[in-house]
């Protein structure tokens, strides 16, 4: 059974720092391209930052600079490194792994984040 699990979320205030985590069981994270989304309430689910397999990294523009993703094969683990934050960055984070050679991918259960005074 795939699972991926999301922790390190939380209650921050504007300006703090967070990581979060994305830990799998049950598939080897190596061979998928990672990303991170989130969703605020009532907005859509959009993509925050991805990770390929070589390393290579993408971000959104409303976080580019703050945030840092990152993947650790050996602990199969991806990272959300979230500095600076902001209110408009509170929503639900997900992580997803996506696999190149198929349609095949999988979402964690997400972990809140919460920025506020």
């Known amino acids: 059974q795939v699972q991926l699990v999301e922790s390190g979320g939380g209650l921050v205030q504007p300006g703090g720092s967070l990581r979060l985590s994305c830990a799998a069981s049950?598939?080897?994270?190596?061979?998928?391209?990672m990303n991170w989304h989130r969703q605020a309430p009532g907005k859509e689910r959009e993509l925050v930052a991805s990770?390929?397999?070589?390393?290579?990294?993408n971000y959104a523009d409303s976080v580019k600079g703050r945030f840092t993703i990152s993947r650790d094969n050996a602990k199969n683990t991806v990272y959300l490194q979230m500095s600076s934050l902001k209110p408009e960055d509170t929503a639900v984070y997900y992580c997803?792994?996506?696999?190149?050679?198929?349609?095949?991918?999988?979402w964690g259960q997400g972990t809140q984040v919460t920025v506020s005074s």
């Open positions: 990770i390929g397999t070589s390393g290579i990294t």
């Open positions: 997803k792994a996506v696999a190149i050679v198929s349609t095949q991918h999988y």
């Open positions: 049950g598939i080897t994270l190596s061979p998928y391209h």
